[in-house]
């Protein structure tokens, strides 16, 4: 191999071919993914409506300048606005989630002049930039394993009058489907907009249906006033998008706030977007994935009744994970290991004793029904 690993064990050397949620490799091995590539095909591997959307923007054009543009980019971002109900509202279309997340902070660092940010311990927002140092001069954050259902008492050293934005993950937690509280969520809500601050929402994995909704935040019955987009608004194509309120737009245009990059608002990033929206609307992929994603979280628990190493079952959508008692430490790689034999990819996360599942919304119920046949089998073989 001649590129750089900087990352994870390459598992499938050579990937020849795709559908849907199979690859294919080169000795013609299917794989059902149930991890969604990094859980960004959302819609599925060689979509074709997209695909289609892709070349037709192509042949009129993909790159545009800063100083011009073309109606397509306006036409996405009214979609997108559209599902978040921000009238008036604007969009700034970037290249990665991490991007999106990063540009939204410092946009709220800018308007609103507080000296810190709010957010959950052990929640990933972005691999950059001060939203990834998130240092303890700029940043609190909250330690949910310490919450005991009190609010009050968990939050009352927080100087919510230094806040200037909470910003939230609303559950993907570096994929360990680690949902927080919603009575503690809405009370952080209220009391960091009590105090002037603003509510930016990571939506960059829990977003565009992965979890049953349109947006995770929703499960909170969340106002955010930036939301930043990624990975399955792409459907693999690598664009994200941050939203902004009316009244955060106007700041930000009144404090005159600057940003640019090579690939900002391309007409072709912007393609892609509509179409997801377009393919996830015409299919009704969000109340098929609330369903299908309860659908298989009830089988895994039915699992954990019968296989005593499962410590956990939780997520909500087609955003699932199996916890292990840390004693099973070696029998986590080995069940990952011997699914993906079966030819089943999925998540695995050692330290945290998990394998997660998180497939293409477009998958059926029969590989739903079939990994968790196959999983059964494993862990039967290995009690």
Request: proline share 3%.
């Amino acid at each position: 191999m001649k590129v750089l690993n900087c990352n994870y064990e390459l598992l499938i050397p050579n990937i020849v071919s795709s559908d849907n949620c199979y690859l294919f490799d080169e000795a013609g091995k299917r794989y059902v993914d149930f991890e969604s590539g990094v859980w960004c095909a959302s819609l599925g591997h060689n979509n074709k409506q997209i695909n289609k959307s892709i070349v037709r923007q192509m042949e009129i054009i993909s790159h545009t300048g800063y100083r011009y543009t073309t109606k397509i980019v306006d036409e996405a971002a009214g979609r997108v606005l559209d599902l978040l109900g921000f009238t008036d509202g604007k969009c700034v279309f970037l290249s990665s989630g991490s991007e999106a997340v990063e540009f939204g902070v410092q946009l709220a660092k800018k308007i609103m002049g507080k000296t810190h940010f709010l957010c959950l311990d052990n929640y990933f927002l972005s691999s950059y930039g001060i939203s990834a140092a998130r240092s303890k001069e700029e940043w609190i954050s909250l330690d949910l394993s310490k919450y005991s259902g009190d609010a009050a008492r968990f939050l009352e050293n927080v100087p919510f009058e230094k806040i200037g934005a909470f910003v939230f993950e609303p559950g993907n937690a570096s994929g360990t489907a680690s949902l927080p509280p919603k009575e503690l969520i809405k009370v952080i809500e209220s009391k960091v907009k009590e105090n002037g601050g603003v509510i930016v929402t990571d939506e960059v994995t829990t977003g565009i249906g992965r979890t049953g909704k349109w947006f995770g935040f929703e499960h909170y019955d969340m106002h955010p006033d930036i939301v930043a987009i990624g990975k399955g608004v792409g459907n693999g194509y690598p664009v994200s998008v941050i939203a902004l309120t009316k009244p955060i737009s106007k700041a930000a245009e009144k404090l005159g706030f600057k940003y640019a990059q090579s690939h900002q608002n391309d007409p072709l990033g912007c393609a892609v977007i509509k179409e997801v929206i377009s393919v996830i609307e015409d299919n009704d992929i969000i109340s098929k994935t609330a369903s299908m994603g309860a659908a298989f979280k009830s089988g895994l628990k039915l699992l954990s009744a019968t296989h005593r190493c499962i410590k956990d079952v939780r997520g909500v959508g087609l955003m699932c994970i199996i916890e292990l008692h840390h004693s099973e430490a070696v029998c986590l790689s080995k069940i990952h290991s011997e699914l993906l034999d079966a030819g089943y990819i999925v998540g695995i996360n050692v330290h945290a004793s998990l394998l997660r599942f998180y497939p293409p919304l477009t998958i059926e119920e029969a590989e739903i029904k079939n990994i968790v046949e196959a999983l059964d089998a494993i862990l039967r073989r290995m009690s």
